[in-house]
């Protein structure tokens, strides 16, 4: 059985059952005949949250050879990191916005074209499409009590596994200067 990507401690804790229960589960279900969507509907009648119906079926994906950790359900690799800024979501744009500047080099690529901003009530997103095809979105938004903002990058449309390893590398250490 191939790695499912998050430890056995973490899926008994969040659904208390392990990666043995969930193959058994889902094998029976014909799970490995169905898509991504159609896995996840079949665990409804399951007392897990929609998030972890989500983490089952990509360990499951991941088990029997259908998905590499990093990649995504269209098949395309994706890298995520956040952090926690000690600011609002605003402060925590500006912030962003001093440390990349004039920036154009990101993870090994370059941008192709000035990085857009959008707002709405809850989010700021900042985003660039770089020379290699792939996509970064850094957003933003308050954690509970308006003191602190998360902050999450999601670095789409990567190559590959190692792809998804350089990329990760390089924003937790542009976030990590923050």
């Avoid at 009648?45 to 990509?58: A, F, G, I, K």
């Amino acid at each position: 059985m191939a790695d499912p990507g998050m430890s056995e401690e973490a899926v008994v804790a969040g659904t208390g059952h392990d990666w043995a229960h969930w193959k058994r589960a889902l094998d029976a279900r014909g799970a490995s005949d169905l898509d991504h969507a159609a896995i996840v509907r079949s665990l409804a009648d399951e007392d897990l949250s929609p998030w972890w119906r989500q983490m089952v079926t990509v360990g499951y994906e991941r088990m029997i050879g259908r998905r590499e950790v990093g990649q995504t359900c269209a098949g395309s690799f994706a890298a995520n990191v956040s952090k926690t800024f000690p600011g609002d979501k605003d402060a925590a744009l500006a912030a962003w916005q001093a440390l990349v500047g004039d920036r154009i080099d990101f993870a090994g690529s370059v941008t192709g074209e000035e990085p857009r901003l959008t707002k709405s009530d809850k989010w700021r997103y900042w985003r660039v499409d770089l020379d290699n095809g792939s996509k970064v979105t850094v957003h933003f938004s308050d954690k509970p009590g308006g003191e602190k903002s998360a902050i999450g990058v999601n670095h789409e449309k990567l190559s590959d596994a190692d792809a998804v390893v350089a990329s990760k590398t390089f924003w937790k250490g542009l976030l990590g200067e923050l």
